[in-house]
């Protein structure tokens, strides 16, 4: 038998000391600013004997629940997992996290690699037994700390929007400046304007776009407008002078999820501030989507952008909507065209027997019926109430 004697590790003597500081961003006033803590924390690790400065990881945040917006603190797990630190220094157990189950995992995960974690406010440290139990406890008050500055500060919203007292924001509202705290349309108004009146007046989405790229318009951050953009505008109150306060339910402090079951209140402000549409052409615009959301509904629309078509095409034979489809050649090219809704149905042997046409036929179809030369989508939306296409023929009525 061969005797083999292990020796034991040497005791570490110089300890690898860094330390994690956050300041909240939301405090106008903070008891000791973001320099004056990394300076005090570096004097303190190199005047103590036996640590050896190993950085200062820090972070500006405004909430301490959520781990992910704090680039600083994941830097100082990471490199505590690949063994390039041995003490953590931390004012306190707020400055860690406000979450319980957090501030737990990261303690335990630290413990696994030898780091410890030492709180100077609380006296402890991590590497000592009874810390488990004490961690525990003041992380809850922690928490429940948060908990509490959460509903302290949506209490204080809700008093403020009671009364119309809100803030604009630093982020502007394209067609609106901030004046003396209050929204005052800028040039910029037109492009409202110009997006409402179009909508009413039956273009598309797209269409819109596409005028507005035209004229030249672009859009608060100097890009060129897209569909979602026009449509947020539509629906967006402030442009006829309303404001709609408290809209979504408040977040819940741990997850940062709407908190859906919560009971809130709302608050409409009407003629808060100079609108730049009228309230007829808001109401119009209202009607029209409120429309296109029952169609819908109803499956006279297909999901997505809305062609100009859609709601007014049906079957002759059997009444149903037609709808959109793509299809593809045998040649492999791809193609718009119509069907009525029902024929899917027809591979049973149940559905409508109507026939199925190209986009382009459709089209010419119904310009060659109204006797126009092209295809005018805001004046067909205007004198159009509906096509009814049959298998040998297309009707439109106006």
Request: proline share 2%; hydrophobic share 30%.
């Amino acid at each position: 038998m061969i005797i083999r004697k292990i020796e034991a590790k040497p005791k570490r003597t110089t300890f690898r000391v860094a330390a994690y500081a956050r300041v909240s961003t939301n405090k106008e006033q903070q008891e000791e600013s973001f320099e004056t803590q990394k300076t005090a924390y570096q004097k303190l690790i190199e005047e103590t004997e036996g640590w050896e400065f190993a950085g200062i990881y820090a972070d500006k945040a405004r909430t301490g629940t959520k781990v992910k917006n704090r680039p600083g603190f994941q830097q100082m797990i990471s490199d505590a997992e690949q063994g390039k630190l041995d003490i953590i220094l931390v004012k306190n157990i707020a400055r860690f996290s406000r979450n319980v189950g957090n501030c737990q995992e990261y303690v335990d995960r630290l413990k696994a690699n030898n780091v410890t974690v030492i709180f100077e406010k609380e006296n402890i440290r991590t590497d000592d037994p009874t810390s488990n139990f004490q961690l525990a406890l003041l992380g809850a008050i922690s928490q429940d700390e948060s908990n509490s500055i959460g509903l302290n500060r949506r209490w204080a919203y809700q008093q403020r929007f009671a009364n119309g007292d809100y803030n604009i924001g630093s982020n502007r509202i394209l067609g609106y400046d901030g004046v003396d705290g209050k929204l005052v349309p800028n040039q910029d108004a037109w492009i409202i304007r110009e997006i409402f009146e179009r909508y009413v007046a039956g273009e598309s989405y797209s269409g819109i776009c596409r005028a507005l790229a035209e004229k030249g318009a672009k859009t608060l951050r100097g890009g060129k407008f897209t569909v979602e953009a026009v449509r947020y505008i539509l629906s967006n109150e402030t442009y006829v002078g309303d404001k709609h306060l408290m809209k979504q339910p408040p977040t819940d402090y741990l997850t940062h999820q709407p908190m859906k079951r919560s009971d809130y209140k709302d608050y409409y402000l009407t003629d808060d501030h100079e609108g730049i549409v009228s309230r007829e052409l808001w109401d119009q615009a209202q009607a029209i989507k409120k429309g296109f959301k029952d169609n819908l509904k109803n499956g006279v629309l297909g999901a997505g952008e809305h062609h100009f078509l859609y709601g007014k095409v049906f079957c002759g034979e059997c009444g149903a909507p037609f709808v959109r489809r793509t299809l593809k050649t045998k040649g492999g090219v791809y193609y718009k065209a119509w069907n009525c809704r029902e024929r899917q149905k027809g591979q049973k042997g149940n559905g409508c027997r109507c026939r199925l046409i190209s986009e382009e036929s459709l089209i010419d179809e119904i310009v060659k019926a109204l006797g126009w030369e092209t295809m005018d989508e805001g004046r067909f939306n205007r004198e159009v109430s509906r096509v009814l296409v049959s298998d040998d023929d297309v009707q439109v009525e106006c």
